[in-house]
C-alpha cells in the first residue's frame, strides 16, 4: 500500500519539484553582486529566444553578465547537483545503506585522482577528463567496497562507509602527492578540489552528454532497485537479476559522480543529503526517489552556489565548503538515526 500512494503521489511531487527548482534557478540568474532589474532579465529572455525581438534595455556588459557568466554558471549547478544526489540515491539502493554517498564512498575521491593525474601529468584534450574520472570513480567505489567486506557485517551499517572514508583518504594523500609536480598551479586545483561551477558553456557542454546518458540509466532502474530492496531471493523469483542490476547502477551512478567530479571538482554531502529529505517527504520508493533526487540535488546546488558567490561579495567562497557546512551536521543526525534504527 505505502509504495502504491507513493506512486498515486508522484506526480504531484515531480511537478512541486520542478516548480522549487525553477524559482532556485531564476533566482540564481537574478540575484549577484552586481544588480540586474528582474523585469529587464525576463524582457532580455524573450529577446533571446528564437522569432522574439524585444528591447530590454540591458546594455552589452549586463547582457554579457547574464548570458556568459550566470546562466552557465546556474545551469552547471543544477546539472552537477542533480548528478551527485541522483548517483547518491542510486549507491545507497546497490548497497542497501542509507549511508552511501559518492563523497564518503570513494568515488569522488577516485574521479578526482584520476582527473588530477591528467591534468598534471598526462595534459590531455578536455573531453577526454570525464572518461578518466569514470575510471577513478569505479575504482574508488570497489576499493572500498571490497575493504569493507573484509571486516564482514558485524561493523553494521557504517561499516561500508568507515571503510570510503579511509579509502577516500588514500586517493586524497597520492592526489596531494601528485599535485606537488605543478605547484604553480597549485591555486587553481586547490580551488577545483573545494568545488567550482563557475566555468562557463564549455563546462555545461562537456558535462551534458554524460550526464543524459546516466540519468537515463539510473532512472530505468528505479523499480528494479524496489524490487532488490526486498532481498535477492525475491528478485530472482520475480525475475529480476540482481547481480546485473547492481553492476548498471554502480556503473550509471559512478558515471555520474565522474561528469560531476570533471567538471566542478569535489563537492561533498549533496548524495546524502538530497535523498534523505527525498525520503522524507515522498517515501521510499526508488521510482520517486530516483527523479526527485535528481530534481532535488539540482535546486539545493543551485542554491548552494548562490550562497558561495553573495555571502561574502564581491569576493566567492567556494561551493564545496557550503555543501560541507550543511551536510555534515546532517550526516551525524542520519548516522545517529541509522544506529538507532540498527539497534
Given at each position: 500500500?505505502?509504495?502504491?500512494?507513493?506512486?498515486?503521489?508522484?506526480?504531484?511531487?515531480?511537478?512541486?519539484?520542478?516548480?522549487?527548482?525553477?524559482?532556485?534557478?531564476?533566482?540564481?540568474?537574478?540575484?549577484?553582486?552586481?544588480?540586474?532589474?528582474?523585469?529587464?532579465?525576463?524582457?532580455?529572455?524573450?529577446?533571446?529566444?528564437?522569432?522574439?525581438?524585444?528591447?530590454?534595455?540591458?546594455?552589452?556588459?549586463?547582457?554579457?553578465?547574464?548570458?556568459?557568466?550566470?546562466?552557465?554558471?546556474?545551469?552547471?549547478?543544477?546539472?552537477?547537483?542533480?548528478?551527485?544526489?541522483?548517483?547518491?540515491?542510486?549507491?545507497?539502493?546497490?548497497?542497501?545503506?542509507?549511508?552511501?554517498?559518492?563523497?564518503?564512498?570513494?568515488?569522488?575521491?577516485?574521479?578526482?585522482?584520476?582527473?588530477?593525474?591528467?591534468?598534471?601529468?598526462?595534459?590531455?584534450?578536455?573531453?577526454?577528463?570525464?572518461?578518466?574520472?569514470?575510471?577513478?570513480?569505479?575504482?574508488?567505489?570497489?576499493?572500498?567496497?571490497?575493504?569493507?567486506?573484509?571486516?564482514?557485517?558485524?561493523?553494521?551499517?557504517?561499516?561500508?562507509?568507515?571503510?570510503?572514508?579511509?579509502?577516500?583518504?588514500?586517493?586524497?594523500?597520492?592526489?596531494?602527492?601528485?599535485?606537488?609536480?605543478?605547484?604553480?598551479?597549485?591555486?587553481?586545483?586547490?580551488?577545483?578540489?573545494?568545488g567550482d561551477v563557475g566555468g562557463g558553456w564549455d563546462q555545461f557542454w562537456l558535462v551534458l552528454p554524460y550526464a543524459a546518458v546516466s540519468s537515463v540509466l539510473l532512472l530505468l532502474h528505479g523499480r528494479m532497485l524496489d524490487v532488490l530492496s526486498v532481498g535477492d531471493e525475491?528478485?530472482?523469483?520475480?525475475?529480476?537479476?540482481?547481480?546485473?542490476?547492481?553492476?548498471?547502477?554502480?556503473?550509471?551512478?559512478?558515471?555520474?559522480?565522474?561528469?560531476?567530479?570533471?567538471?566542478?571538482?569535489?563537492?561533498?554531502?549533496?548524495?546524502?543529503?538530497?535523498?534523505?529529505?527525498?525520503?522524507?517527504?515522498?517515501?521510499?520508493?526508488?521510482?520517486?526517489?530516483?527523479?526527485?533526487?535528481?530534481?532535488?540535488?539540482?535546486?539545493?546546488?543551485v542554491l548552494a552556489d548562490l550562497i558561495a558567490r553573495t555571502v561574502i561579495a564581491p569576493a566567492e567562497l567556494p561551493i564545496g565548503v557550503v555543501t560541507m557546512f550543511v551536510g555534515a551536521p546532517f550526516f551525524v543526525g542520519v548516522l545517529r538515526m541509522t544506529r538507532r534504527?540498527?539497534?
Amino acid at each position: 500500500m505505502p509504495v502504491l500512494q507513493a506512486s498515486k503521489a508522484r506526480p504531484v511531487w515531480l511537478v512541486g519539484g520542478l516548480g522549487v527548482l525553477a524559482v532556485c534557478m531564476v533566482v540564481g540568474l537574478l540575484v549577484g553582486a552586481a544588480s540586474i532589474s528582474p523585469w529587464q532579465v525576463v524582457l532580455q529572455v524573450v529577446d533571446w529566444l528564437p522569432f522574439t525581438q524585444v528591447d530590454s534595455g540591458l546594455a552589452p556588459v549586463e547582457q554579457t553578465l547574464l548570458f556568459e557568466l550566470r546562466l552557465p554558471r546556474v545551469l552547471v549547478a543544477a546539472v552537477v547537483g542533480g548528478l551527485l544526489a541522483m548517483a547518491g540515491a542510486g549507491y545507497q539502493g546497490v548497497f542497501r545503506n542509507p549511508l552511501a554517498d559518492p563523497y564518503l564512498l570513494g568515488a569522488a575521491a577516485g574521479a578526482g585522482l584520476t582527473t588530477t593525474v591528467v591534468i598534471v601529468l598526462f595534459p590531455a584534450p578536455l573531453g577526454t577528463i570525464p572518461v578518466a574520472a569514470f575510471a577513478g570513480a569505479v575504482g574508488g567505489v570497489l576499493l572500498a567496497y571490497l575493504l569493507g567486506n573484509t571486516a564482514g557485517r558485524s561493523g553494521g551499517t557504517a561499516t561500508l562507509v568507515l571503510a570510503g572514508v579511509a579509502v577516500t583518504s588514500f586517493l586524497t594523500s597520492i592526489q596531494t602527492f601528485i599535485q606537488q609536480f605543478k605547484v604553480e598551479e597549485l591555486q587553481r586545483i586547490y580551488a577545483w578540489i573545494l568545488g567550482d561551477v563557475g566555468g562557463g558553456w564549455d563546462q555545461f557542454w562537456l558535462v551534458l552528454p554524460y550526464a543524459a546518458v546516466s540519468s537515463v540509466l539510473l532512472l530505468l532502474h528505479g523499480r528494479m532497485l524496489d524490487v532488490l530492496s526486498v532481498g535477492d531471493e525475491e528478485a530472482v523469483s520475480l525475475g529480476v537479476r540482481a547481480s546485473r542490476v547492481r553492476l548498471a547502477v554502480l556503473l550509471a551512478a559512478s558515471l555520474a559522480t565522474a561528469a560531476a567530479v570533471a567538471v566542478s571538482g569535489l563537492i561533498g554531502f549533496v548524495g546524502i543529503v538530497v535523498p534523505h529529505v527525498v525520503r522524507r517527504l515522498a517515501g521510499g520508493s526508488y521510482r520517486i526517489v530516483l527523479p526527485l533526487s535528481l530534481i532535488g540535488g539540482a535546486a539545493f546546488l543551485v542554491l548552494a552556489d548562490l550562497i558561495a558567490r553573495t555571502v561574502i561579495a564581491p569576493a566567492e567562497l567556494p561551493i564545496g565548503v557550503v555543501t560541507m557546512f550543511v551536510g555534515a551536521p546532517f550526516f551525524v543526525g542520519v548516522l545517529r538515526m541509522t544506529r538507532r534504527a540498527a539497534t
